[in-house]
């Protein structure tokens, strides 16, 4: 999505699910040869009542030959990114579960769960530059493992 707007409802991108891509026998050095994006989002509006959201959806076995991002998103207005599951996923480079990239006013990331997901580079659950309120509660992370780095939360203010 880019550039939503509207002060009675919200942009939702709630309740989805994607599940074996490229295709369900896909291995790491056949998968995606590009970046995968798997919610790209730019310039989207909520407010304090109606927030801008990516919520309760499942990432599961996907893969990809070079760097996979789960959520990309930039730039969006009191944002609410819960309730996701990110699971089975290989990449052969970095992986990012939940990037957010200067979210304004606010973001809340609660309960999100990663779980089997392995990178030959870097992998990252949560990656947060910016923004302002940052609220992340009872989130997990289980049996995530890279050749380099695991980060499980890394927030730049």
């Known amino acids: 999505s880019y550039w939503t707007y509207s002060t009675s409802r919200s942009t939702k991108f709630d309740g989805n699910t994607v599940k074996d891509l490229p295709s369900v026998n896909a291995t790491i050095s056949t998968g995606f040869t590009s970046t995968f994006y798997g919610v790209f989002a730019y310039y989207n509006y909520g407010n304090s009542t109606y927030n801008f959201s990516v919520s309760s959806n499942t990432f599961d076995n996907i893969k990809m030959t070079s760097t996979g991002y789960i959520t990309y998103c930039w730039y969006n207005y009191n944002a609410n990114c819960s309730g996701n599951t990110i699971k089975n996923n290989l990449a052969n480079s970095t992986f990012y579960g939940l990037y957010w990239y200067y979210p304004y006013n606010e973001i809340i990331a609660n309960n999100n769960t ?3 997901n392995f990178t030959k ?3 990252y659950f949560t990656y947060l530059f ?4 940052h609220e992340m509660v009872g989130n997990k992370i289980d049996n995530v493992s890279a050749k380099f780095i695991v980060g499980g939360l890394l927030i730049y203010t």
């Open 114 to 116: 990663m779980t089997n």
């Open 121 to 123: 580079g870097t992998t």
């Open 130 to 133: 910016y923004g302002g309120r």
